[in-house]
């Protein structure tokens, strides 16, 4: 199922039906970093581009996408820039 909301500018996690890494090299040129782990990439995009770039360019590639959602904050994260923001 596809992300209902938007997601935030710039993270993204791209589920694609078999393993993420084979897709890697096809997304150069719309994401500034990527990272893989089974069947999902998660994607920081480039300036300028957006998650429909992202998704077309797998598309395009051959990939089949499963599922795209918003990239969630660790916990941790969430809390540690509370505690500073408060602190």
Known sequence: ALARRAPRPGRVVIEVEDEARTWT????????????TGSRLSLTLAAGRDVADAVAVLVAAGARVRAVHDAEPAL???YLALVRRDG
Request: charged share 20%; net charge negative.
């Open 25 to 36: 090299a096809a997304l150069d040129s719309v994401v500034a970093a990527v990272e893989t």
């Open 76 to 78: 941790e994260a969430v």
